[in-house]
């Protein structure tokens, strides 16, 4: 099996945002400052690769960078539910699995799905309820929190509750999506391994799908490897090679989202058309606290609910132009969705909009969701950006 050679924890001195833009480069004088995408099922016999299946040269370079910058050995795969699916299907038969009532809900479905066929028993708990985390971890195999959570922006705390995991001889795994290494490292925290979708804020321009795993022990990504291989949920060449090109200006398009994000969150606020506002950077939001425990800074992810109920949230995802009604999250473009419209659930109000901001003018947007929350037509200028050309 292909082992790539170099990777190894980070160097403690360097910032993440160093990390993210340096990491996983290497090769000799005269070889190109990137490790190009390489196209090959097969690799010629006697080296080091065999096939595809167990490795290539670009994934290998993604997963330097990645696991540099959450110290540990990465693993990627074709999709975050690909690398949590490789998780999960690492249990024993029966395992007791604990979860946050926040995880990421194709997640809880992907843990659902086991627990109806007999496979897994399962615990979902208020991660933000240390008391019943620590009531429900005796006999568990597996502990699973979102570290800021979508969409209901709930913040863990990653560092006591891996130390009660692992003294209940739990494993604990910590979905960053939407936190990134910009703003925690899991693994730094006590967590096992951390998992990403690089769909979302690595890649973060919207074009790709892809997963990775990091494991704070070399021996768990080599199982997670060979499981991988076995199961033959693969990256692709184009999606490694396009990640860790996204990966290379994460820190810049998370200072800029964040910045934007908070201007936006407080304009929302601020707005009598606007029934809440959900922003972890907002010093009355609920999460604010855990969040400055916890993390770095508050991402770019926020949530609102305007009056009018699912009509009026609907209407604001019609009328907006310079935003764009889409689902996911973490490009650099931003986003407008109404959650419930595919989950439902007792956490999620109907009206709820998620806004995933990315690298715009922050007037620009705010023009643009100011127009839109008053149901009219945006200015002839925003409409020019999203009509088809002639
Ligand atoms: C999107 C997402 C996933 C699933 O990742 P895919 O790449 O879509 O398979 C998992 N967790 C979180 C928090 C996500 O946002």
Sequence with gaps: MYRDPSARPADPPLSPATLAVG???????????????????AFRGGGDRGYSRDGNPTWAA????????????????????????????????????????SAHVEVRNLLAERFGRGRLELRIVDAADEAEVRATLAGASLLWLDALSNP????????????????????????????????????SLGADIVIH????????????LLGVAVAADPRQAEQLRERRS????????????????????????NDRGERTATILAERLAADERVARVRYPGLADDPAHGAATATLDG??????????????????????VRVITHASSLGGVETLIERQSRWHGGDDIAP??????????????LWRDLSSALSGVAPAAAAARISAPSP
Excluded at 299 to 319: Q, R, S
Aim: aromatic share 4%; charged share 20%; net charge negative.
């Design 152 to 187: 209901t922006l709930e913040v863990p705390a990653i560092r006591p509750l891996a130390a009660a995991a692992r003294a209940a001889g739990a494993r604990v795994v910590v979905d960053s999506t939407l936190a990134t290494p910009m703003l925690v490292r899991p693994l």
């Design 23 to 41: 990491a996983g480069r290497g090769g000799e004088a005269g070889d190109p400052l990137n490790q190009p995408p390489v196209f090959a099922s």
């Design 298 to 319: 508050y991402g770019t992810l926020l949530t609102f609910t305007p009056h009018g109920g699912v009509a009026g949230a609907d209407a604001v995802c019609e009328h």
């Design 351 to 364: 009206a709820l909009l998620r806004l995933s901001v990315g690298c715009e003018d922050p007037d620009d």
């Design 62 to 101: 993604f997963e330097r960078a990645m696991g540099a910058l959450e110290g540990g050995a990465a693993v990627s795969f074709s999709s975050g539910m690909a690398a949590a699916t490789a998780l999960v299907d690492d249990l024993a038969e029966g395992a007791r699995v604990v979860v946050a009532r």
């Design 197 to 208: 979708s690089a769909t979302k804020h690595i890649g973060g321009h919207s074009d790709l």
């Design 230 to 253: 076995l199961h033959g949920a693969v990256p692709g060449t184009m999606e490694a090679w396009l990640a860790l090109r996204g990966l290379r200006t994460l820190p810049v398009r």
